[in-house]
């Protein structure tokens, strides 16, 4: 793309000001400007004025496994997963696309450092928590890592020096997600650099689409993969290709699945499952009206009370069905780091958009979902920011009660 053509693109949509500074840039700087101006996907700027939370339908409560249920069945499920294992029907996604700006680190977030005494990353923590499952099962399946431009190389060089943790490296497939760009209140697209337009993740939402593009599903069918385990790179007690959660999916007949916790209160910030106009779905918790998220049975317990901790189990055949359909855009207001007046800001407080689509959504279009209780102790320790709820310092102590070493 030359000048001319960015300039007539931008016209087009608005965004003329990312040409501000066009006249101060070296050749390279204004090749990179140009190179970003001509992968922009303004599309994502529609739904600047969308209210996401005015299009919820009704709403109502959806039911688990509990945890109970699933340990009468513990034995049989158990079974019925390490068999789909075994013959290779299962494959795991590790998403790992996302920013991670709340932890405030610039290297992907699975590279954060949760040890005390010795160096564990998440990563490691996480490959060891396959293990577990590897071992008892006595093969491994394919892993599949989502990156974003920002982290890619980043994180394959780390897994890479790591020596795959150990893990089979022609079973580990990393794949890149899509950039959307960020913009002010008014919708102008920012500038990160003078020569460098701001763009983040567009969400785990593009988890499966990015891996067809990528080109793997011609492997997902010769290895006759059937089911694929999502999972979130930040929860350092995450179960994967859990064969029990498996077994009961498969059992259930359900397209899909989604481990769940009880939420500790009304407040927890974690998304709850739901029925929505009766199907299976999953509302953020910032798009949860406050007065059903409060809601008790008569017994004290909340109504809407399961948590999801992003991690699923997708039928790839339903996947391949509905993957190319539309899904809602969320606006998340962030502090972005911009150019303002020619030089750098680095806000404190929320000042523009990012646009994301999100994993849950896909669960309403999968058409029927199983949830699976988990005990949270065992199996929830997100790591989203650096103290308090949800830290480090959390994750650390339920890593020491479930027994590792840090
Ligand atoms: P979060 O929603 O917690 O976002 O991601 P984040 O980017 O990690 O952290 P913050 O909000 O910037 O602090 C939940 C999971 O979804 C992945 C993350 O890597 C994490 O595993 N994710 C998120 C992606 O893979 N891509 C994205 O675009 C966003």
New binding site residues.
């Given amino acids: 793309m030359n000048y001319t053509q960015a300039e007539e693109l931008l016209a087009a949509h608005g965004q003329m000001q990312l040409l501000d500074y066009y006249d101060e840039l070296t050749d390279e700087q204004r090749a990179c400007l140009l190179s970003d101006i001509a992968k922009l996907d303004f599309s994502v700027l529609e739904n600047l004025h969308s209210d996401y939370s005015k299009t919820l339908g009704k709403l109502s409560p959806a039911d688990a496994l509990s945890v109970d249920e699933v340990e009468r069945n513990r034995a049989g499920f158990e079974e019925v997963g390490l068999e789909a294992l075994r013959a290779g029907k299962v494959a795991a996604v590790?998403?790992?696309?996302?920013?991670?700006?709340?932890?405030g680190s610039s290297l992907p977030?699975g590279m954060f450092n949760i040890g005390v005494t010795r160096r564990l990353t998440i990563f490691e923590q996480q490959m060891n928590n396959i293990k577990e499952v590897t071992d008892r099962a006595g093969c491994m399946f394919h892993l599949f890592v989502?990156t974003?431009d920002l982290n890619d190389k980043a994180t394959r060089a780390y897994f890479a020096e790591n020596n795959y943790f150990g893990y089979d490296s022609s079973k580990i497939h990393f794949y890149e997600?899509k950039l959307a760009p960020t913009c002010s209140k008014e919708g102008k697209i920012y500038l990160d650099e003078k020569y460098k337009v701001s763009q983040?993740?567009?969400?785990?939402g593009g988890?499966y689409s990015s891996l067809i593009e990528g080109g793997y599903g011609p492997l997902l069918e010769s290895e006759g993969i059937e089911w694929l385990n999502i999972?979130?790179?930040?929860n350092v007690l995450q179960r994967i290709c859990d064969p029990v959660f498996i077994g009961a999916t498969l059992k259930s007949g359900c397209a899909c699945s989604s481990k769940v916790v009880s939420k500790i209160s009304p407040e927890e910030r974690v998304g709850v499952l739901c029925k929505e106009d009766g199907k299976p779905s999953i509302v953020e918790y910032y798009e949860m009206p406050k007065e059903l998220a409060s809601l008790r049975d008569a017994d004290g317990r909340l109504t809407y009370r399961y948590g999801v901790i992003?991690n699923y189990l997708f039928s790839v055949k339903t996947l391949n069905k509905i993957y190319k359909d539309k899904l809602p855009c969320h606006l998340?207001f962030k502090a972005i780091p911009h150019i303002e007046k020619g030089v750098k800001v680095i806000p404190t407080e929320p000042c523009g958009y990012k646009f994301?689509t999100l994993?849950v959504d896909i669960v309403r279009l999968m058409g029927s979902c199983l949830a699976v209780e988990v005990v949270r102790e065992n199996e929830f320790a997100?790591v989203?920011n650096k103290t308090g709820v949800d830290s480090v310092e959390s994750a650390r102590e339920l890593l020491a009660f479930n027994g590792v070493k840090l």
């Fill in positions: 590790l998403l790992a696309g996302g920013q991670g700006t709340r932890l977030k989502m974003s997600q983040s993740p567009n969400g785990n988890w999972y979130a790179v930040d992003l998340a994301e994993a997100p989203k």
